[in-house]
Nanobody
Framework: QVQLVESGGGLVQAGGSLRLSCAASGSIVNNYVLGWFRQAPGKEREFVAAIFVNALSTAYADSVKGRFTISRDNRVNMVYLQMNSLRPDDTAMYYC????????????WGQGTQVTVSS
């Protein structure tokens, strides 16, 4: 079981940047795919980005491609989301999630960190 704790959210003006961090309690090396999701008020949770076990493969939602970068450091069990060129429609609660390699569902979730982008 992996426990996840996000940090780094806050209030930023449009065009600005934030870096989200997610600390995993257990070892994520070689075992877990890590992802970021977000949920805006009144909307369903949506996929943002994922990074695979070897850290060489990543995936992004079309809405964030070219602006957001996901990375991981298996030595310290951390995953990051660098968010640049933020827009008001990026405003949401951002969640870190993990799924065991070879499985389809993310079963480990953090508590979320709020990102608010002002226009």
């Amino acid at each position: 079981q992996v426990q996840l704790v996000e940090s780094g959210g806050g209030l930023v003006q449009a065009g600005g940047s934030l870096r989200l961090s997610c600390a995993a309690s257990g070892s994520i090396v070689n075992n877990y795919v890590l992802g970021w999701f977000r949920q805006a008020p009144g909307k369903e949770r949506e996929f943002v980005a994922a990074i695979f076990v070897n850290a060489l493969s990543t995936a992004y939602a079309d809405s964030v491609k070219g602006r957001f970068t996901i990375s991981r450091d298996n030595r310290v069990n951390m995953v990051y989301l660098q968010m640049n060129s933020l827009r008001p429609d990026d405003t949401a609660m951002y969640y870190c999630a993990a799924k065991y390699r070879g499985t389809s569902d993310y079963r480990n979730w953090g508590q979320g960190t709020q990102v608010t982008v002002s226009s």
